[in-house]
């Protein structure tokens, strides 16, 4: 199944985050981290993505589901 970014199907993973690119990619460099320890967004819910800001808690509670940041240590 193709579903268009911009249109965000009923298969789609991401629900608003940066749809107009064709893919949605970023790049860390682990030693320019601005913290030790530092939550990537793995749930597309973030409104500071790719950083984790908490919205898979609730994310979770809504769905069932249970997802959560990547951790990236220094
Ligand atoms: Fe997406 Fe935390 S907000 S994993």
């Keep these: 199944v193709v579903v268009k ?4 199907g ?10 107009n690119e064709d893919k949605v990619v ?3 460099v682990l030693s320019e981290l601005a913290k030790p320890l530092t939550p990537y967004c ?4 973030s409104g500071t993505f790719p950083l984790c ?4 808690v609730k994310h979770n509670k809504a769905t069932g589901d249970n ?3 990547l ?3 220094k």
């Design 5 to 8: 970014a911009e249109t965000g």
């Design 10 to 19: 009923v298969n789609s993973i991401n629900p608003d985050i940066r749809k």
């Design 26 to 28: 970023d790049s860390v």
């Design 42 to 45: 793995r749930c597309w819910r």
């Design 53 to 56: 800001d908490g919205s898979h």
């Design 67 to 69: 997802v959560g940041p």
């Design 71 to 73: 951790l990236l240590k």
